[in-house]
């Protein structure tokens, strides 16, 4: 299968920026301009504004998603946001397993993978990331690293529900620090993440796989990112927060 075929996804991911009343005003400044995109556009937004952000894109082709969820269905898990919450207000995707939840909250691949399993199951299309840390690169085992974690966080995870999993590869080192991988590195990693995938499950199901790049993805770079073969859309953190910036990624993904 070859890119053309799989879907082109392009995500932003806005962490802890904008209130409910900004979110609006952003989502509104956002829709027209990807109106006509060629590609699946999502808005991952902090859980406060999740209900402000699906009246604004209602009826529109950009769909909303959610920074984390729990894996458990309810209980004494104070701060915590369940699958079933985000579903029913209407939430479509949920980014898992973000190098900022691993670094500063303690998320590790195994709670990535019940965060992941239970996301499934609840028909939430996870958008799961993987990435090495500048320690990690210099010491030459970024395949190692992004092995392990395709392997641990999507342990358990059938053929039939790796449809609706994305990957996002983020290397730690590129992440809002305005130093973006190249294209090749980029590309090289996203092909052996498809190359894991394909060992773990077969080449149809690899082949099938929406794997993004993040980690400063901006309207400058976006173009000969997306060109590459094994980049199938991004991650967007620090560009998605500007209208015209997002909204020329999502174009460089419609070509
Ligand atoms: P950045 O963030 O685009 O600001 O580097 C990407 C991400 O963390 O998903």
């Known amino acids: 299968m070859d ?29 027209p301009l990807v109106a006509d995109a060629d590609c699946e556009v999502i808005a991952c937004v902090p859980y406060v504004d999740l209900a402000a952000a699906i009246e604004a894109t209602a009826g529109t082709n ?15 898990f104070t701060g915590e946001i369940s699958t079933g919450m985000l579903k029913e207000v209407g939430v479509e995707y949920v980014v898992l397993g973000h190098s900022e939840r691993r670094q500063y909250f303690g998320e ?48 358990d995870v059938t053929e039939e529900e790796l449809k609706n999993v994305v990957i996002a ?23 052996f993440i498809r190359a894991q995938l394909a060992k773990l499950y077969n080449q149809d199901a690899a082949d099938a796989v929406t794997i993004q790049y993040g980690g400063s993805m901006n309207d400058g770079n976006a ?33």
């Open 62 to 76: 950009v769909k909303i998603g959610a920074e984390n969820c729990h894996w458990a269905e309810s209980g004494a």
């Open 169 to 191: 590869y983020e290397p730690v080192w590129a992440i809002g620090t305005g130093k973006t991988a190249t294209a090749d590195q980029a590309e090289e990693v996203c092909a």
């Open 223 to 255: 173009d000969e990112l997306l060109s590459k073969v094994n980049v199938d859309g991004g991650l967007i953190g620090g560009a998605s927060l500007v209208a015209e910036k997002f909204a020329a990624i999502v174009k460089a993904a419609s070509n």
């Open 108 to 155: 590790t691949d195994e709670t990535v993978n019940k965060r992941t399993k239970a996301a499934l199951a609840a028909g939430l299309k996870p958008i799961v990331c993987v990435g090495e840390l500048l320690w990690e690169r210099e010491c030459n085992i970024t395949e190692e690293v992004i092995a392990r974690q395709i392997k641990l966080d999507l342990w």
């Open 3 to 31: 890119k053309a075929k799989r879907k082109a996804i392009i995500a932003g991911n806005w962490k802890m920026n904008k209130t409910p009343k900004e979110a609006t005003a952003l989502l509104n400044a956002i829709t």
